[in-house]
């Protein structure tokens, strides 16, 4: 189940996505090309908002008119405390047919001031399930076109605030790429959709934008980009960089990720280290530090020395909060701890070096891009539905690699400081304000505190993942679920949500889930959400 798990949401059903092998450079975008690339844009701060229903790696596949429980003062203020400054939303025909559900994502859309993507997924052909599905939209396009029409009603006042992903993941489509631009194109068309608005995936699971391009795309382009993308044994942050450098060679400033993904449970190291180094490494880049201390300071890069002579230097003030140390204190009942089944410590470590590996191999190539003046467009992380499974950014077992991804996102919202600007001799002003949001170790805690201990029954000993092809199935988080655990067949009861699920006998086990699970996000305490004077270090959240 581990490895289930660790899939992200967007695999078919049994069967992984064919992947396209390494791609060669391409040419220079022709200059209708660069002029889209050269339109400005704040690089997009962005979160995945999957369909509360089913597992994140099912749910959207379902037919029928989507199911989302988030409450948009909910999506406000998890956002503003994280530091995400858009949502990537979900449609299929039927929810794009339903006024009421644009008007929900519209609301949320709001609610992170109308920035994001709104994306087409495909969905199954057999109802009460997320399989088959086609993977492209021949045979569909003329409900396609409806549908894209009804969406651009609702949101054609955004302007490229908000944009458009035509269609998600087309991996029916192989190689075929001119005929996967043509009927986009057609859809563009008939649809009357602004260009500048419009995204296109690229081919198998939206990781070959450069087939994309070379079969005459002009427009922006979807690139999704996960571990598993290499295989086993070439899984280092190198390899990561180069790998996702040469999928978007010439084409970077044309892209939007609008996923990106990796099992964030089991990372023990010490991040922020990670971080103070990259940032040191930064400070040494710059002239004026080459002039006025690496040459005046022979022993070469030592944050420490570097902090004790310019103790009141900004940045050395935000260090000394970012690398206090921190604890996690998981809700457990002291019974049911003692049945926590850990993995070997092999498997835990090379879980771990993948994951630290690809959120690190992916920064570096992001900022080689973005100092190259090659930045995306946009980033969005897969995902924050608080679900409790493995890829779920807000769950207290994914703390450490959620804040990795913190430091990603921050990078992509610094501004680039001219070169020859000396203004600032020690680069305080060179990072975002990395006060405006909460550190991921201690998010959990701005929570309210569960009164009862989780369930013995809720544990894996006694309760298995329910099944994901069924709407209402969900993961374990770890070893335990986290929604409701059925009445038992055979022995064993199951982990879901829903009537299949609830039945007499049944046990609710929402006290295992770190933080509170309240509407598909975390719940929060009663205090001002970020913005109103909240979250200040000693007041249930640190500042970094």
Known sequence: MAMKQRLPGLLLLGHLLPLPPLLSLAAEPASGRSELASLPRICDRGLNLPPTQGTTRDGAFFPGVYSYEYHPEQVARATAEAGFTALRLAVNLETAMNTDALLRHKAYLDAVGGRGVICMFDTSTASGTSWPRTGRTTGKLS???????????????????????????????????????????????????????????????????QSVDRAGWEGYLAYHVYSFWLPEGQRTRQRFSERIQQDLANLSSRVFITEFGVGLD????????????????????????????????????????FCTQFPYNAWCKRRRLRTRSFTQEPNLGADVAAQVVTDQNTVASNRENETIAFLGGLRDALNTLKRQGHGVRGLYHWHGWHNGD???????????????????????????????????????????????????????????????????????????????????????????????????????????????????????????????????LPCWSDRPAKGNGAARAGNGSVAF
Request: glycine share 8%; net charge negative; hydrophobic share 35%.
């Open 143 to 209: 409900e396609m076109t409806q549908a894209w029409r009804n969406i651009h009603k609702v949101f054609g006042s955004y302007g490229d605030s908000v944009m458009y992903e035509l269609f998600n993941e087309p991996w029916g489509y192989k190689g075929d790429a001119r005929s996967y631009v043509t009927d986009m194109q057609s859809i563009v068309s008939a649809a009357d959709l602004p260009l500048n608005r419009c995204i296109l995936a690229g081919l198998y699971g939206s990781a070959d934008v």
């Open 390 to 520: 493995t890829w779920d950014f807000w769950d207290a077992a994914n703390a450490r690699s959620s804040r990795m991804i913190q430091m990603i996102m921050a990078d992509q919202g610094e501004k680039d400081a001219p070169a020859d600007d000396d203004s600032d001799p020690f680069l305080s002003s060179d990072f975002i304000g990395d006060e405006q949001v909460v550190h991921m170790v201690k998010i959990h805690e701005l929570g309210p505190k569960p009164t009862e201990a989780c369930p013995a029954q809720c544990s894996a000993k006694y309760c298995q993942p329910g099944n994901p092809a069924e709407i209402g199935g969900k993961h374990l988080t770890g070893n335990f679920c986290a929604h409701t655990c059925s009445t038992p067949f055979s022995g064993m009861r199951y982990c879901g949500a829903g009537v299949s699920y609830q039945s007499p006998g049944a046990v609710d086990c929402s006290a295992c889930a770190n933080p509170a699970m309240c509407a598909g």
């Open 266 to 305: 089991g990372v023990e190291a010490d991040v922020d280290q990670d971080e103070f180094k990259q940032d040191m490494l930064r400070h040494t880049n710059r002239k004026t530090v080459t002039s006025d201390w690496m040459h005046e300071q022979r022993r070469g890069v030592d944050e420490n020395f």
